[in-house]
């Protein structure tokens, strides 16, 4: 696969271990599959409605692929879509940029941005 930049939607306790440990080490859905579960922009918003929805305190990370190396795999999920799936702990350091999940006016998604 070719996107350079995958996401990662946190909860805010998720959130706060990230940050104070420094990585992250999944989600109970990623620790019982054995990876942690990511999607490409294309993708987020269908990952958000079916695993997410209704739930507050969102945040969506940005994590940069290139940065995991070969930790991450593209395997078929949802549709026959490939996923990014990392096999490994996600370090603080892999991400790009983290924000809140907003959307704007039109219900898109709203990506966080380095800056």
């Known amino acids: 696969m070719t996107d350079p930049i995958a996401y990662k939607v946190l909860r805010a306790g998720e959130l706060a271990r990230l940050e104070a440990d420094g990585r992250f080490e999944g989600a109970p859905i990623d620790i019982a599959d054995g990876y942690i579960?990511?999607?490409?922009?294309?993708?987020?918003?269908g990952t958000i409605d079916k695993h997410f929805a209704g739930q507050d305190g969102l945040t969506i990370a940005a994590v940069d692929l290139?940065?995991?190396?070969?930790?991450?795999?593209?395997?078929?999920?949802?549709?026959?879509?490939?996923?990014?799936?990392?096999?490994?702990?996600?370090?603080?350091?892999a991400v790009l940029a983290y924000g809140a999940l907003?959307?704007?006016?039109?219900?898109?998604?709203?990506?966080?941005?380095?800056?």
């Open 102 to 115: 907003e959307r704007d006016g039109g219900g898109m998604i709203r990506l966080p941005v380095a800056g």
């Open 37 to 45: 579960h990511m999607s490409t922009a294309a993708q987020l918003a």
């Open 66 to 93: 290139a940065a995991l190396g070969d930790a991450v795999r593209w395997e078929p999920s949802r549709g026959g879509q490939l996923f990014p799936h990392l096999y490994t702990a996600l370090p603080l350091s």
